[in-house]
């Protein structure tokens, strides 16, 4: 069964701190990765992710996939209560256009 | 970025009452759009998968006579929750790939859909 489990669940962390956040996947004809950010509504796009070992940056956030592994991670730098968010990773399939989320990291940054 | 437009924002309606949720995007065709369903403090759990012309393919254990989607045109899928009850009380998001070739995809706003 196609699956993508994301840890941890929940992080609580200072302004300043930094955090990885991490995803696994098993899904059959892996593509893509995508990283996702949700606050109060729908999720905004922040990443995607379709070759191992590049890393992808956009300011403080950057994000890595490892196809051996199975895994990705997203880190945050230096930390800001803006990054108080949910964070969704999804995986998608050659020829099935379908995309399969984790349950989410639920970061909570404190001043 | 693509933007992608979901409405109303929120709706309240009377149980037995059918409610009607858009997803249109604005600057790109979409040849699939995705219909998602969100309880509080999960993720999305995927509804059904619509491509412009044809039936959409629900997810295992989703109604389609209760959940009728439509993708009439390349810009415009739509949501209906017919004879809606309270448990059907949920956020609904709708997101859209611009084609087969980019999984990008982008997310509507989301509908707050509270079933009295």
């Known amino acids: 069964e196609d699956k993508v489990v994301q840890s941890p669940l929940s992080l609580v962390v200072h302004e300043g701190d930094t955090v990885t956040l991490n995803c696994s996947y098993e899904?059959?004809?892996?593509?893509?990765l995508l990283w996702y950010k949700q606050e109060k509504k729908a999720p905004t796009f922040l990443f995607m992710l379709?070759?191992?070992?590049i890393e992808k940056k956009s300011g403080r956030l950057s994000s890595i996939l490892d196809k051996k592994e199975l895994s990705s991670i997203l880190n945050i730098t230096a930390t800001q209560t803006g990054d108080s968010a949910i964070y969704l990773c999804?995986?998608?399939?050659?020829?099935?256009?379908?995309?399969?989320f984790g349950s989410g990291t639920k970061l909570n940054v404190k001043p | 970025g693509a933007v992608v437009s979901q409405h109303p924002s929120r709706v309240i309606c009377k149980s037995g009452t059918s409610v009607k949720i858009e997803c249109r995007s604005l600057?790109?065709?979409?040849?699939?759009m995705f219909w998602y369903r969100q309880f509080p403090k999960q993720s999305l759990m995927l509804m059904a998968t619509?491509?412009?012309?044809?039936?959409?393919?629900?997810e295992q254990g989703v109604e389609k006579d209760k959940f009728l989607i439509n993708h009439a045109s390349l810009t415009l899928s739509t949501l209906t929750v017919t004879s809606a009850h309270p448990e059907d009380s949920s956020f609904y998001i709708c997101?859209?790939?611009?084609?087969?070739?980019?999984?990008?995809?982008?997310f509507g706003q989301g509908t707050r859909l509270t079933v009295v």
């Open positions: 600057d790109f065709q979409a040849t699939t």
């Open positions: 997101s859209a790939t611009p084609g087969p070739g980019n999984t990008e995809a982008f």
């Open positions: 619509s491509n412009e012309g044809s039936k959409a393919t629900y």
């Open positions: 899904v059959t004809n892996f593509r893509s």
């Open positions: 999804a995986a998608d399939r050659y020829n099935f256009n379908k995309f399969y």
């Open positions: 379709t070759s191992s070992g």
